[in-house]
């Protein structure tokens, strides 16, 4: 089974506005980290944040994690058209493999 | 550019036939991936290497090979292709320099006919 779900399943917004899409998984974890994907490619890493860390910034974009939850967000600020994309949770529960959700299909309206 | 490409990129076939997808890799990173992506189900592993001649199962391996004879080559193969395997299947490599980052291949499309 998936080791991470995430949450909604699509968003659809405005340019300008904040998306945030969340994750949660269920075994306990090395790291968890955040990849997009466009239509027809391949899935690029964005943003890894550490079980002992609690918050990460890059750029427009900020994750948080709360392990006692096993939970985590990424907002992405002031969108633009081009954010529009899937975005994608995964973390490593055996340090070996790595699991993903299912997605959050973010689209952004210009 | 991680260094990663997959071939063939897009292939049609028959159920039955035996299908190999190739993922090549110019980084001799150690650990490398294949998974399957379909709708609703986001991606799903499929089997991982870990050195040459060092595999192992992912969630979805029934039905799916691989193997390793070299550090820049891992293969997929089919057996006898079912149209459950209609699918895109991405290759991935994982970075050494950031432990856990992974860089995909830009997809193999199949059809199972």
């Known amino acids: 089974s998936q080791q991470g779900e995430e949450d909604p399943q699509a968003l659809s917004i405005q340019e300008g506005e904040n998306a945030t899409m969340n994750c949660s998984y269920k075994?306990?974890?090395?790291?968890l980290q955040w990849y997009r994907q466009n239509s027809g490619r391949g899935l690029v890493h964005l943003i890894l944040?550490?079980?002992?860390?609690r918050e990460k910034h890059s750029g427009r974009l900020r994750v948080t994690l709360d392990t006692s939850k096993k939970s985590s967000s990424l907002l992405i600020t002031a969108s633009r058209a081009a954010d529009t994309a899937s975005y994608f949770c995964?973390?490593?529960?055996?340090?070996?493999?790595?699991?993903f959700g299912a997605g959050t299909r973010l689209t952004v309206k210009p | 550019d991680a260094g990663i490409t997959q071939s063939p990129r897009h292939k049609v076939t028959e159920t039955g036939t035996p299908v190999t997808l190739r993922c090549h890799q110019t980084?001799?990173?150690?650990?490398m991936y294949w998974y399957r992506q379909d709708p609703g189900h986001g991606l799903r592993l499929i089997h991982y290497?870990?050195?040459?001649?060092?595999?192992d199962k992912g969630e979805v391996s029934d039905g799916y090979s691989v193997s390793r004879s070299k550090t820049e080559d891992f293969l997929l193969t089919l057996e006898s292709a079912t149209s459950s395997q209609t699918s895109v299947y991405f290759c991935?490599?994982?970075?050494?320099?950031?432990?856990?980052?992974?860089?995909f291949g830009e997809g193999s499309r199949l059809t199972v006919l």
């Open positions: 991935a490599i994982r970075s050494m320099d950031l432990p856990g980052e992974l860089f």
């Open positions: 075994t306990s974890i090395n790291n």
């Open positions: 944040i550490r079980s002992n860390e």
């Open positions: 995964a973390t490593d529960p055996n340090n070996n493999d790595m699991r």
């Open positions: 980084e001799n990173h150690r650990y």
């Open positions: 290497s870990y050195g040459v001649k060092d595999t």
